[in-house]
């Protein structure tokens, strides 16, 4: 310890910094660019400033206990019940707390879990699994198949439990699944009949629930913002407390049969003040109701928008991010998709690594151990306080159009959804959303993931009896991985992929850094770079590019080689039968000549690296 004097010299050494201070020092490197130059901005256009003084005054977001270890889930969705027993088994007995069942006809199911809700294959699943040995268990019915929860319910009840007791999440969740699919087989009077039924008559066996899930998953898979994400939640949850209540159940009952889901992915502060505010809106919709607010139950799942089938081992990086976020912001449980879900239905392996990601986090780095670690931060208080508000906004439109089912038939969720979408993939198509392994750094030679051999269950056809535009859920990296499996096809059709010749001109020092932005750029389309060593002579590089066999060429180098030999160069390319030239680099002055001596398109960051690609195969073909 150090003591006053010490602490005085220490002070007077060094002198406490100011916000005037720091600024200086950032005008300084920014040479007269304006300070808004540092500032990002959310796909809902909340602005994010590079720094933030502390919220004073600020309080913990009332969650889940300090202290109180959240779920760990497990998502069980094989499609033979025994094997999926197995899998719960085999899950509990290493570590996690929780199963989350899925079925395969759900719509967020990816073809994997459960084949039916039969009898028979409940107990088959549950076969062995103590209910009220302290795990919890997440339900995931489909509406328009046989009720899930009420089959459940009767496998408890047959082996003389006491419902009250147990820990079952039922989650009900028709409009979300609706939203989801874009239409159903029952009318919206039918579908509302159906779920109150349901919810009452376990509410009348002595269940404690929550029963019903007011979704967000379904916004974020379609590629919508965090503020579209939670008034969709929040809409959805008004619409089922409304339709509780006109069956008679009381309010307060009815908000204790809710409870939330919300995705968290890998931006973990937009994704921790997401969950906080979803606690706050929620308070708000309560006061309005008249209630006294109480902690509402949210579950956490990692975000299947995010999941790469090139280089999956990356998603997990990915999910630890997100686990990590939704932990420290209080989610009450979480599922972690494991890394190859997106390439099939996963192995041991990858269920044992997403159980272990949440251990890791609990265990031995005590995420839990805290109740709302980010209050007081400047930069999450402000984050959720916007985020609070853009949500609200969204919320009221959502109300004034008749509420959660009227505005998915108006289409006015989706729409919105849409645009934000289509951002997010101009975003990608021009790299400035990297999806390591998919998007940027490519390895063409990575080895084959291994998943299991189990084939997804095809849906079953229904007849709508409405239907609006679904909230369909996407992979980021689709596009290029699209790309990818198009190389794959051409090497396995005549031996070799696509080939583009880096023809690097002066030294490494000249030309390492656009070849390598280069390679990456090709080769996360698929096309194989072909390297080279730097040349001075046009006829030497011309002839190497021959000799490659490449269909395409980029010349590389910095802007000061460029200026002397780039013309000549890209002329010798020409003249020695290159196809296709391109330049890693923005043209600037040489354009015109550069373009004339045959160069044809420039590469460089923040160019739309996709279309780019994808007219490079047209070129090729």
């Known amino acids: ?35 808004e130059k540092l500032f990002g901005k959310t796909f809902d256009g909340l602005k994010i400033e590079p720094i933030y003084p502390r919220a004073k005054g600020a309080a913990p977001v009332a969650g889940r206990a300090a202290a109180r270890q959240w779920q760990v889930m497990q998502r069980i969705d094989h499609v033979d019940p025994a094997k999926a027993n197995a899998q719960a088994l085999e899950d509990l007995e290493n570590g996690a707390t929780g199963l989350e069942i899925e079925f395969a006809q759900g719509p967020r199911s990816h073809g994997f ?101 007011s979704d967000g998953c379904p916004v974020h898979d379609a590629g919508g913002s965090e503020a579209q994400e939670l008034a969709f939640v929040l809409a959805v949850g008004v619409a089922y407390l409304r339709a509780l209540e006109a069956t008679g159940i009381v309010l307060d009952q009815a908000r204790s049969a809710l409870s939330f ?12 003040a997401k969950f906080r505010a979803l606690r706050l809106l929620w308070a708000r919709v309560e006061a309005a109701c008249g209630l006294a607010p109480k902690p509402v139950f949210i579950a956490a799942e990692t975000a299947w928008r995010m999941l790469t089938q090139r280089d999956p081992d990356v998603n997990m990086l990915r999910a630890t991010m997100a686990t990590f976020a939704a932990g420290l912001a209080g989610a009450n449980a979480i599922t972690v998709l494991p890394h190859t879900l997106a390439l099939g239905l996963p192995d041991a392996f990858a269920r044992r690594v997403a159980r272990n990601t949440q251990l890791i986090l609990l265990e031995e780095s005590n995420l839990a151990k805290v109740s709302d670690p980010a209050a007081g931060s400047g930069g999450i208080e402000a984050l959720t306080r916007e985020l609070c508000e853009a949500a609200w906004a969204q919320f009221q439109e959502i109300e004034k159009a008749g509420g959660a089912f009227a505005a998915l038939e108006q ?22 959303e990297v999806l390591i392994g998919a998007t940027e750094f490519p390895n063409l030679y990575e080895a084959k993931v291994a998943v299991l051999e189990t084939k997804p269950v095809a849906p ?13 859920p996407i992979r980021l990296a689709e596009p290029f991985e699209r790309l990818r499996n198009r190389s794959d096809e051409i090497l396995r059709a005549k031996g070799k992929r696509p080939r583009v010749f880096l023809a690097n001109i002066g030294t490494p020092a000249d030309f390492t850094a656009r070849a390598g932005f280069a390679r990456s750029l090709f080769e996360s389309g698929g096309i194989e770079a072909v390297d080279s060593a730097g040349f001075s002579e046009a006829g030497a590089l011309a002839a190497a590019c021959t ?16 200026a002397a030999q780039a013309v000549e160069a890209a002329q010798a ?3 020695a039968g290159a196809r296709h030239i391109y330049l890693a680099g923005r043209p600037g002055e040489q354009e015109a ?29």
Not at 11 to 35: H, I, T, Y
Not at 554 to 561: A, F
Not at 598 to 618: C, R, T
């Open 411 to 432: 289409n006015l969720i989706q729409q919105k959804v849409a645009t934000t979408r289509g951002m997010r993939e101009q975003n990608i198509a021009r790299r400035k």
């Open 1 to 35: 310890m150090t003591s006053e004097t010490d602490d005085l010299r220490l002070a007077a050494e060094f002198p406490q910094a100011s916000q005037d201070d720091w600024r200086k020092l950032v005008d300084g490197v920014l040479k007269g660019a304006p300070f």
């Open 593 to 621: 000549a550069l373009r004339q001596a045959g160069v044809s398109e420039f590469v460089f960051a923040g160019g739309d690296a996709l279309s780019l690609l994808q007219q490079a195969y047209e070129l090729m073909e």
């Open 547 to 562: 000799s490659s066999g490449a269909a395409l060429v980029c010349l590389c180098s910095s802007d000061r080689v460029y």
């Open 113 to 213: 879990g459960l084949p039916d809700a039969s009898v028979d294959t409940l107990r088959r699943a549950f076969d062995r699994i103590v209910f009220d040995a302290g795990i919890s268990i997440a339900l995931n019915p489909v509406f328009w198949c046989a009720d899930a929860g009420a089959g459940l319910a009767g496998l408890i009840e047959e082996r003389g439990l006491d419902p009250a007791t147990l820990d079952i999440r039922f989650n009900y969740q028709p409009l979300s699944m609706v939203a989801a699919c874009g239409m159903a087989p029952n009318t919206r009077q039918e579908i509302v009949q159906a779920f109150t039924k349901a919810i009452a008559e376990l509410m009348r066996r002595g269940f404690r629930g929550p029963l019903a899930l």
């Open 261 to 272: 889901r919300l995705v968290a992915d890998a931006d973990q502060f937009l994704t921790i």
């Open 460 to 472: 079953v056809p229904l007849e709508a009896k409405f239907s609006f535009d679904a909230l369909a």
């Open 573 to 575: 390319l020409q003249a």
